[in-house]
């Protein structure tokens, strides 16, 4: 159980010297937009050297502070200057935290008619969510449905042209308008992720990690199509290593096949490193958990 600790505190501890002191300097300066609570989930969008704000994110629970993680390129280990100043806003100023009802209490208070519209509404607006959608209802609908929807699939090559085509979904789009939706571009993926690990928890992990290996070879190819300037893309690799850990970590993958993907993910990382991107597949191919 996490021990109670003052957001301060959290930003102090967690957070080097100089993250610590320019996230002050933030906070003081206005950078930090807004903060919105939803019960123990709080969203902060802090002002940083792009035009598009981060969107910091920290949890709580009982009075006690449990993880915060921000969209930015350095919002991955560490606590980046941009959560140190959500933090101590959220700390000092409490007057500016809006509160919010919980998403599961809002949505408990709609129509059966008025949830259907809204999701379909939502649907055609977001590029991604449609996907993320189509991964998530055969599963909550019947796990037999996942597992032979699973079983039947052609695997590496129909999601690597899945992805693709997800990755491409803003190309028609101005520059300027594809930036706001490169996160929903990159919720689409994430539902194909998880579809992955699905597979794998419904006893297809060789169809898993072909589905895996798909996704990760048409990211590699075109994940630079996205605009990087907020840190979600390079952000989304770590995302894929973690997938890439957890399933080659499986009991049941036999060691050549295990050695075949780690060399594969050797590549990736390989060319990762050079632009900067600090090993994000480095776990799975140590086989770390």
């Known amino acids: 159980m996490a021990r109670p600790i003052d957001l301060r505190d959290a930003a102090r501890e967690k957070a080097d010297a100089q993250s610590f002191q320019r996230g002050r300097e933030y906070a003081r ?67 500016r935290v809006d509160e919010a009802p919980d998403l599961e209490e809002a949505l408990r208070k709609l129509s059966e008619g008025e949830l259907r519209r809204l999701i379909l509404d939502a649907a055609a607006a977001r590029p991604g969510l449609r996907l993320f959608l189509d991964a998530r209802m055969p599963g909550l609908i019947s796990p037999a449905v996942e597992r032979r929807k699973a079983a039947e699939s052609s695997s590496g090559a129909a999601t690597h042209k899945q992805a693709s085509k997800l990755l491409h979904s803003l190309d028609r789009m101005r520059r300027s308008e594809a930036y706001w939706h490169v996160e929903e571009v990159l919720l689409g993926l994430d539902a194909m992720v998880e579809a992955c690990t699905l597979r794998a928890a419904g006893g297809f992990t060789s169809d898993a990690l072909e589905s895996l290996g798909g996704l990760t070879a048409a990211y590699a190819e075109e994940w630079r199509l996205l605009d990087d300037s907020g840190g979600g893309p390079g952000g989304f690799w770590y995302r894929l290593g973690d997938a890439w850990a957890e399933l080659l970590g499986l009991p049941d993958v036999e060691e050549p096949v295990r050695a075949m993907w780690r060399k594969t993910l050797r590549g990736y990382e390989t060319e990762l490193v050079k632009i900067g991107l600090v090993k994000p597949l480095e776990a799975a191919i140590l086989g770390r958990p």
């Open 29 to 95: 300066q206005g950078a930090v937009r807004s903060i919105t609570r939803r019960r123990d989930t709080w969203e902060a969008r802090v002002k940083g050297s792009r035009p598009r704000p981060y969107r910091v994110e920290f949890r709580t629970e009982g009075g006690a502070f449990r993880d915060a993680s921000c969209s930015c390129p350095m919002g991955q280990g560490a606590f980046c200057k941009h959560i140190v100043a959500a933090l101590l806003v959220a700390a000092e100023h409490p007057e």
